[in-house]
């Protein structure tokens, strides 16, 4: 077998779960290829080499990157230089539009073919950077199902292979051994928190969250609460009785009665693992209103996009408080309607995601366009 390398380029802990699955395929399909680029630890354990680790690239936020410039601008130049001296096969960029949208256009000149593996939210905000995909991408795999018509009604071929959480969300944990882990029993409720996958969301949500937990607690004394840790963040000042789990976040969710979380891919996570949500999101002000000003879509939660109607309640901003979250997800601990309800519409939403098999689908798709000639 001839070798083949890919960079990969990934700038966050659910790019780091992607990239190290789509690696496994790949190596599976492929045992030669080698792997070189920015991911984090699951990538790493599958044998990538890591240049720079998502800990470090995981900013999210208007003025909260402007801080962060001069940092950014030092990795994009280290990283051109990079890519120019291992001349990969192939580059996959997975998600984190900010950067890899112009890691994109500053390549170009090397004629390097770039896959983009979970195309970014174009059809909620910044419309107008479709040029650059259809300009610089030479293969685009989508992981929506409306997102593959989308992108081709405006000029760029996709493919929609499926979303990762189709394969990749449960957890081969029983629940007797999880309970036991975190010595919690199966009869009282659980609530599960899932403040973020970056170190800035935790500081924006965890206390709010924890906040929450205590005024739930005085409503139902029988309570138990669990925290679902994403790699690389650190969690401080938890109460006692509050449970983290960081080796398999999902399990948080899987065996959770009912969970807060941050807005993000997660919350598709509760759907797809039946696990009732209230979504909630703080950013600075100023990004917020950046952000808010730019946007088409009239819900953050994937849940809510993908169902084009309000399934899960979010809170945002200003309405992100203790009360207002307590109110919303008390009904969803026990057997109301409310419960009941949310469940069955997220079989709705689970329709629409595709079969399993999608990492599978991925690596045949890049490893079919990928020039096998260094």
């Known amino acids: 077998m001839n070798s083949l390398t890919y960079f990969l380029v990934v700038g966050e802990a659910s790019g780091d779960l992607h990239g190290s699955n789509l690696i496994r395929?790949?190596?599976?399909?492929?045992?030669?290829a080698e792997f070189v680029g920015h991911g984090g630890d699951r990538m790493a354990k599958e044998g990538m080499k890591i240049l720079e680790h998502v800990d470090n690239l995981a900013i999210m936020g208007f003025t909260e990157v402007v801080k962060h410039l001069p940092y950014f601008t030092k990795v994009m130049s280290e990283t051109?230089?990079?890519?120019?001296?291992?001349?990969?096969?192939?580059?996959?960029?997975?998600?984190?539009?900010?950067?890899?949208?112009?890691?994109?256009?500053?390549?170009?000149?090397?004629?390097?073919p770039i896959t983009y593996f979970i195309m970014p939210q174009m059809w909620a905000w910044k419309e107008s950077r479709v040029k650059i995909l259809k300009k610089y991408i030479d293969q685009s795999l989508c992981i929506f199902p409306f997102e593959q018509d989308w992108f081709e009604d405006r000029g760029v071929p996709a493919f929609f292979v499926g979303h990762p959480f189709v394969d990749d969300s449960m957890s081969n944990i029983n629940s007797a051994k999880f309970y036991s882990k975190h010595s919690l029993t199966k009869q009282d409720p659980i609530l599960t928190l899932l403040p973020g996958s970056r170190q800035q969301e935790i500081e924006n949500h965890l206390p709010i969250f924890l906040e929450t937990y205590q005024m739930l607690k005085k409503e139902l004394p029988s309570l138990q609460c669990i925290l679902g840790k994403a790699p690389g963040v650190t969690i401080y000042n938890l109460p006692p009785g509050v449970r983290v789990e960081s080796e398999h976040p999902p399990s948080a969710i899987q065996f959770g009665t009912a969970a807060v979380a941050a807005s993000g891919t997660v919350t598709l996570e509760c759907a797809v693992l039946d696990t009732p949500v209230v979504v909630s999101y703080k950013l600075s002000t100023l990004s917020y209103q950046f952000i808010k000003r730019l946007?088409?879509?009239?819900?953050?939660?994937?849940?809510n996009l993908i169902a084009n109607r309000q399934i899960v309640p979010e809170f945002l901003q200003s309405?992100?408080?203790?009360?207002?979250?307590?109110?919303?997800?008390?009904?969803?601990?026990?057997?109301?309607?409310?419960?009941?309800?949310?469940?069955?519409?997220?079989?709705?939403?689970r329709r629409t995601l595709g079969l399993p098999g999608v990492y599978q689908r991925a690596a045949d798709a890049i490893l079919s366009k990928t020039n096998m000639a260094r």
């Open 25 to 32: 395929e790949i190596k599976r399909q492929y045992p030669n």
């Open 80 to 112: 051109v230089d990079k890519i120019k001296e291992i001349n990969p096969n192939r580059i996959i960029l997975i998600d984190y539009p900010g950067f890899n949208l112009r890691l994109a256009k500053n390549v170009q000149g090397l004629k390097t």
């Open 295 to 303: 946007s088409k879509v009239p819900f953050v939660s994937i849940v």
């Open 319 to 349: 309405k992100m408080t203790a009360k207002n979250l307590t109110k919303a997800i008390l009904p969803l601990l026990s057997k109301t309607q409310e419960r009941k309800t949310m469940i069955i519409n997220y079989e709705e939403v």
